[in-house]
């Protein structure tokens, strides 16, 4: 007779864990991807697509690489002209 060493449902805790872990993840990836388009469009930054595009990728391709991206993003746009009044320029 075999005692089972688990007892439980289809689906365990932990793998509920790991999956909203997941799904926050691309949320909030998904989230900062499209306000770096929006933000580059707005600027008229070139290559606004391949920046958004590129921001979502590497959140899932290498983690820090996201953080990376989105450095270099804030590094870049600050050398370009922006589309109207930053929020630290007073009138």
Do not use: N
């Amino acid at each position: 007779m075999t005692i089972p060493l688990q007892a439980g449902g289809p689906v365990s805790v932990e793998l509920l864990i790991i999956l909203g872990m997941f799904g926050l993840l691309f949320v909030v990836t998904l989230g900062v991807s499209v306000w770096i388009y929006r933000d580059a469009k707005r600027r008229q930054i070139s290559h606004a697509f391949a920046w958004g595009a590129a921001s979502f990728l590497s959140g899932f391709l290498g983690g820090i690489g996201a953080v990376v991206v989105w450095a270099l993003y804030f590094v870049v746009r600050e050398d370009q002209t922006s589309g109207g009044p930053s929020v630290r320029e007073s009138s």
